[in-house]
Nanobody, 124 residues
């Protein structure tokens, strides 16, 4: 059974930092690209960033570039999202997802498996 479990969400003040984790089981983790998406109330799910299988050049959306960093530990089957300089527009449910190819990253329909999400709330 494939499982993606996000953790680390919570409430943080604007300007603060927060780190999320995504623990993956049930698949050959090192063969999968892992992405983070987020969804604010009433809005579509938005691509945040993705990391390739070897942890090389990571892709980010323009809205988080320079503030968010994605890393992975293949030995632990875990991906991390470190978020800094947070502001209220970063509020939402954050999801991790996996796919095999490092392409069409922005389309949530291209991903094979998803986690249940973790809430991040940034107060002003």
């Amino acid at each position: 059974q494939v499982q993606l479990v996000e953790s680390g969400g919570g409430l943080v003040q604007a300007g603060g930092s927060l780190s999320l984790s995504c623990a993956v089981s049930g698949i050959g983790f090192s063969a999968y690209v892992v992405a983070w998406f987020r969804q604010a109330p009433g809005k579509e799910r938005e691509f945040v960033g993705a990391i390739p299988t070897n942890g090389g050049t990571t892709r980010y959306s323009d809205s988080v570039k320079g503030r968010f960093t994605i890393s992975r530990d293949n030995a632990k089957s875990t991906v991390y999202l470190h978020m800094s300089s947070l502001n209220p527009v970063d509020t939402g449910v954050y999801y991790c997802a996996v796919k095999l190819a490092f392409a069409t990253l922005y389309d949530p329909l291209q991903y094979n498996y998803w986690g249940q999400g973790t809430q991040v709330t940034v107060s002003s």
